[in-house]
T-cell receptor, first 122, second 110 residues
């Protein structure tokens, strides 16, 4: 079945960069887009955008256009989220999630990765 | 402040029917499908409902959902303790050109 496995938690200092990986299995990686969602501690879900896994073209939501970059390595069925110039307010759990085809609606997110906790602290 | 409005908390006793609400506008719920996600404590969100009223694979039929105008609701009949979780609604917002979530409702089973 479709599955996404993310890289482990990271502790970073302000100003550093981090790259989160999201490895897909159980389906043709280039068939469905991957979304990224942020959840700050104790807060709700915030959609960051998505990447077309066929073309590699990313789309960023407003507020995530500056130091967030989505990328792919189709040879290993993996999407990446890179965050540069980290600030303490970037501390959050970051999730990847697949939009599994139009039969579920253009905005369905299923499944989700297990999440990657990024902590930014000096 | 979230674009979709959900009450922050709800509660019920085992066996009771609980209904969670989600209010939006003509640029989101009023024009597109609604999705519902369940997030158990310490876990990733899971898709419960897609296309406003369709249950995702493996979701018990105790869960049902509907949409009317710019509002949507998720009903859980015969609520169990294992249903204690945060529930989020989501929809595409055409004005903002992004997927928007409600702030989430924390369901407590007393």
């Amino acid at each position: 079945q479709m599955q996404l496995v993310q890289s482990g938690s990271e502790l970073k200092k302000p100003g550093a960069s981090v790259k989160v990986s999201c490895k897909a299995s159980g389906y043709t990686f280039t068939a469905y887009p991957i979304n990224w969602v942020r959840q700050a501690p104790g807060q709700g879900l915030e959609w960051m955008g998505w990447i077309n896994t066929d073309t590699g073209s990313p789309t960023y939501a407003q507020g995530f256009t500056r130091h967030f970059v989505f990328s792919l390595d189709t040879s290993v069925s993996t999407s990446y989220l890179e965050i540069s110039s980290l600030k303490p307010e970037d501390s959050a759990t970051y999730y990847c999630a697949v939009t599994p085809g139009r039969q579920f609606g253009a905005s369905a997110l299923n499944p989700w990765g297990q999440g990657t906790l990024i902590t930014v602290s000096s | 402040q979230s674009v979709l409005t959900q009450p922050p908390s709800a509660s019920g006793t085992p066996g009771q029917r609980v209904t969670l609400s989600c209010s939006g506008s003509s640029s989101n719920i009023g024009r597109d499908y609604v999705y519902w996600y369940q997030q158990l404590p310490g876990a990733a969100p899971k898709l419960l409902i897609y296309k406003s009223d369709q249950r995702s694979s493996g979701v018990p039929d105790r869960f049902s959902a509907s949409k009317s105008g710019t509002s949507a609701s998720l009903a859980i009949s015969d609520v169990w303790s294992e249903d204690e979780a945060d529930y989020y609604c989501a929809a595409w917002d055409a004005s903002l050109s992004r997927l928007v979530f409600g702030g989430g409702t924390r369901l407590t089973v007393l």
